[in-house]
T-cell receptor, first 115, second 116 residues
Framework: QQQVKQSPQSLIVQKGGISIINCAYENTAFDYFPWYQQFPGKGPALLIAIRPDVSEKKEGRFTISFNKSAKQFSLHIMDSQPGDSATYFCAASGVIKAAGNKLTFGGGTRVLVKP | NAGVMQNPRHLVRRRGQEARLRCSPMKGHSHVYWYRQLPEEGLKFMVYLQKENIIDESGMPKERFSAEFPKEGPSILRIQQVVRGDSAAYFC??????????????FGPGTRLTVL
């Protein structure tokens, strides 16, 4: 019940195209859904995040769509650029008692943007 | 403001040796999380600590692994008698608070452990 499933595992998109990554979760106690971007040899960096009380959040070229009833959320990267080539992880967390907001990560999507 | 610092960045150990991984959280952060990333996989939660306390160690193997976050100094993840399956990238993250799920976790660059 703690899993977050992410697809696809890898994605190739042309420069200027749209990258779409999907995630699904089971645990209804999750109430925070961040996306992290990771470059090779680096740690993950927070990209954008959403709470389930909104259906969409946009920051620049990055948009999260959230479907609470389906327990799914997705990341859209508009006008993809070669510099966006990285691995993207969706994650979920929810404070349960005093256990802190540990993150449950999806398996990651390796995005390659071709010039 | 320096970010989360981890050292060493790369660590090579032979089977049976001990590995010590260090994490200095961002200034002012008193909540530390350790995650492990196996090759081609996502990050898996291991342990959550506040100063001098282990709050949640549900993701940490029961044997050979231990973690601490002393009142002074960095957080330490210790792996005794390492095996090849311990080879992974170990990431530390810190947050200002740990009460709310929206408290952002900032990740360090990781320690890449290779067990020969």
């Amino acid at each position: 019940q703690q899993q977050v499933k992410q697809s696809p595992q890898s994605l190739i998109v042309q420069k200027g195209g749209i990258s779409i990554i999907n995630c699904a979760y089971e645990n209804t106690a999750f109430d925070y859904f961040p996306w992290y971007q990771q470059f090779p040899g680096k740690g993950p960096a927070l990209l954008i995040a959403i709470r389930p009380d909104v259906s969409e959040k946009k920051e620049g070229r990055f948009t999260i769509s959230f479907n609470k009833s389906a327990k799914q959320f997705s990341l859209h990267i508009m006008d993809s650029q070669p510099g966006d080539s990285a691995t993207y992880f969706c994650a979920a967390s929810g404070v349960i008692k005093a256990a802190g907001n540990k993150l449950t990560f999806g398996g990651g999507t390796r995005v390659l943007v071709k010039p | 403001n320096a970010g989360v610092m981890q050292n060493p960045r790369h660590l090579v150990r032979r089977r049976g040796q001990e590995a010590r991984l260090r994490c200095s959280p961002m200034k002012g952060h008193s909540h530390v999380y350790w995650y492990r990333q196996l090759p081609e996989e996502g990050l898996k939660f291991m342990v959550y600590l506040q100063k001098e306390n282990i709050i949640d160690e549900s993701g940490m193997p029961k044997e050979r692994f231990s973690a601490e976050f002393p009142k002074e100094g960095p957080s330490i993840l210790r792996i005794q008698q390492v095996v090849r399956g311990d080879s992974a990238a170990y990431f530390c993250a810190s947050s200002l608070q740990g009460r709310h799920s929206t408290d952002t976790q900032y990740f360090g660059p990781g320690t890449r452990l290779t067990v020969l």
